[in-house]
């Protein structure tokens, strides 16, 4: 008796994020998100210590979203929180790129969002666990449209900041980046073989807090983007 034959799966579409003031899309193959790369309050850092290395996690290229409209509460979280981060798009392959010339595999930046299901992150760093249920949820990374390089240039200094409500939350400059952008880059690229389309999120400044359904966020990066959305209901 011949097996039933299998039926095949559609094809899915790969996941893109707009490009500003274009209609092209620019692919999204991986997106990386790097932890703790503001000095907080607290901090290590902060106190002058040297710095620790920097560690990362993954979402999902489809949880990357346009920074606009409605974006879900997600389920399962009673404790859901906002990150305003800078955004690098990877233009160039590159393995053991050297922080010098880390920058010339950098397609443009955006503005974007690290949205973390804190009440789950924490449960998982007290159990040891990995973060991705924290992390890897639906739309969990709202974006702006990418700025290519050539027109924003290389951003080292500049307003991050993000309001709920018109009451600011987090407010701080890239100067302060533990490990810029080109350091991360060289960092990364030590780890897996860079490739174009990936994006990686470079970072939150202190200030991050919980969200309610209706809130209002505004938020940027001076000199990237700067967008607005609301939480939906539940």
Known sequence: MKNPPIP?????????????????????????????????????????????????????????????????????SEDFCHEIELVVAIGKAGVNVPPEAALDHVWGYAAGLDLT??????????????????KAFDASAPCSPLVPAPISGHPTSGTVWLAVNGDQRQHADLAELIWPVHELISFLSRSVTLQPGDLVFTGTPAGVAALLPGDVIEAGIEGVAAFSVTIAPR
């Open 8 to 76: 095949a799966l559609p094809t899915v579409p790969a996941p893109t994020l707009a490009i500003a003031n274009s209609t092209d899309r620019f692919p999204i193959r991986r997106v990386f998100c790097i932890g703790r790369n503001y000095p907080w309050p607290g901090s290590a850092t902060l106190a002058g210590t040297p710095r620790e290395a920097p560690f990362f996690f993954m979402k999902p290229a489809d949880t990357v979203v346009p920074a606009q409209g409605l974006i879900a509460y997600p389920p399962l």
């Open 117 to 134: 299901r804190r009440d789950l992150q924490l449960e998982a760093k007290q159990a040891g666990r990995p973060w991705e249920g924290a």
